[in-house]
């Protein structure tokens, strides 16, 4: 089975994006000279699993962000034609977390970046998530888009590490307990 990591960035209230996806709040404390570790993150990866809202978002950033190929996670869009700039970069599907893992498993897929609030919600709830790096911002926003959700049991964490960065943000590793 693959393993499947989270590397994503909160609001210091626990949210990803404002309700309507915005993450200028996001983009506006974002240092080129800090290196916050994605890089080495993404190093080892060999697709990005994502969910509708952060395809929807890496969109609007002008040229496609990603090298890896990505799996677009999403009823609404299981039909949809690929985008012909996309068509050897990503592709789309509406199954579920497990069964995308046992799929990806069987193509030789070794490691996943997951990608996405309720994309990573859903790998949370379904025990596949391996470990997460979150990275605090500081600032509130009130409210918005939830990084986590309900649960149906509690989820054990082991913080790995943490550290700060000048800007104020803070980054901890933390790593699922079995």
């Known amino acids: 089975m693959p393993t499947a990591h989270v590397f994503i960035a909160t609001s210091l209230d626990g949210f990803i994006a404002r309700a309507d996806g915005d993450i200028g709040w996001l983009l506006e404390r974002d240092d080129p000279t800090e290196d916050h570790g994605y890089s080495a993150f993404i190093a080892d990866k060999d697709l990005i699993v994502m ?3 952060s395809y929807e978002k890496a969109l609007t950033f002008g040229e ?3 090298d890896l190929p990505v799996l677009v996670l999403s009823k609404q869009l299981a039909d949809a034609p ?3 700039a996309l068509k050897d970069k990503l592709r789309f599907s509406n199954r579920t977390p497990q069964d995308t893992m046992d799929d990806l498993a ?3 897929v070794r490691r996943v ?4 609030g309720r994309l990573v919600q859903s790998f ?3 025990g596949l998530i391996d470990d997460l790096v979150i990275t605090s911002v500081p600032v509130l926003i009130g409210s918005g ?6 649960l149906l049991q509690d989820i054990d964490l082991k913080l790995v590490s943490s550290r700060s960065f000048p800007s104020g943000l803070v980054q901890s590793s933390y790593r699922l307990v079995p």
């Open 64 to 66: 496609w962000p990603y």
């Open 145 to 150: 888009r939830p990084l986590f959700g309900a």
């Open 106 to 108: 069987r193509q030789g």
């Open 82 to 84: 690929v985008p012909e």
């Open 113 to 116: 970046y997951v990608d996405g």
């Open 124 to 126: 949370l709830r379904d």
């Open 51 to 53: 969910g509708r809202g």
